[in-house]
T-cell receptor, first 116, second 112 residues
Framework: EAGVTQFPSHSVIEKGQTVTLRCDPI?????LYWYRRVMGKEIKFLLH????????ESGMPNNRFLAERTGGTYSTLKVQPAELEDSGVYFC??????????????FGQGTRLTVV | GEDVEQSLFLSVREGDSSVINCTYT??????LYWYKQEPGAGLQLLTY?????DMKQDQRLTVLLNKKDKHLSLRIADTQTGDSAIYFC????????????FGRGTSLIVHP
């Protein structure tokens, strides 16, 4: 069974450009989560989808970030326009059911975003 | 301050034990997790402990929880070079659907 996959694995863009990150969760997982780790800092929660609905988006830093999960399958995270401080590793995770995380969540390998 | 704190680096010799420490702030935490990130890979759940437990052992791994002091530790016995990775401590709360709040991660370096 395929795990959580993220595309691209690396992205280097210029300040002011737009970047879209994609996450394909494990098939059948209703819950999808986005996290970000800025270098040397903690891994910070961004948002949580249950199917196509945003359950919790309290961690989204500002309105330059837009997350979608149309159809409740894969999710995209768009940064527009990108700023230097957006650089970091963006992780996606997915879990079964609607009860939350427990011990069921699985992470993707992350997308390393560098804004220059 | 941060919700979950851990030291940034730990260097040990191969064969020794490693102890990675973590402190957290929320007394309502239900799950305490340890994740491992190897170079170029995603986060892997290593082990976890319920907040009503004091200790959990799983092969070379021992997790100790001091709930009074909100202190969590991960001990790796007979540390190997393959254990070199970043180890993240995280807490999960029932009110937050157990979604983990992570620390900064401790880079474990194992040298021969």
């Amino acid at each position: 069974e395929a795990g959580v996959t993220q595309f691209p694995s690396h992205s280097v863009i210029e300040k002011g450009q737009t970047v879209t990150l994609r996450c394909d969760p494990i098939s059948g997982h209703d819950n999808l989560y986005w996290y970000r780790r800025v270098m040397g800092k903690e891994i910070k929660f961004l948002l949580h989808f249950v199917k196509e609905s945003k359950q919790d988006e309290s961690g989204m830093p500002n309105n330059r970030f837009l997350a979608e999960r149309t159809g409740g399958t894969y999710s995209t995270l768009k940064v527009q326009p990108a700023e230097l401080e957006d650089s970091g590793v963006y992780f996606c995770a997915s879990s079964l059911g609607t009860g939350g995380w427990g011990t069921e969540a699985f992470f993707g390998q992350g997308t390393r975003l560098t804004v220059v | 301050g941060e919700d979950v704190e851990q030291s940034l680096f730990l260097s040990v010799r191969e064969g020794d034990s490693s102890v990675i420490n973590c402190t957290y702030t929320d007394s309502s935490s239900t799950y305490l997790y340890w994740y491992k990130q190897e170079p170029g890979a995603g986060l892997q759940l290593l082990t976890y402990i319920f907040s009503n437990m004091d200790m959990k052992q799983d092969q070379r791994l021992t997790v100790l929880l001091n709930k009074k002091d909100k202190h969590l530790s991960l001990r790796i016995a007979d540390t190997q070079t393959g254990d070199s990775a970043i180890y993240f401590c995280a807490e999960g709360r029932s009110g937050g659907s157990y979604i983990p709040t992570f620390g900064r991660g401790t880079s474990l370096i194992v040298h021969p």
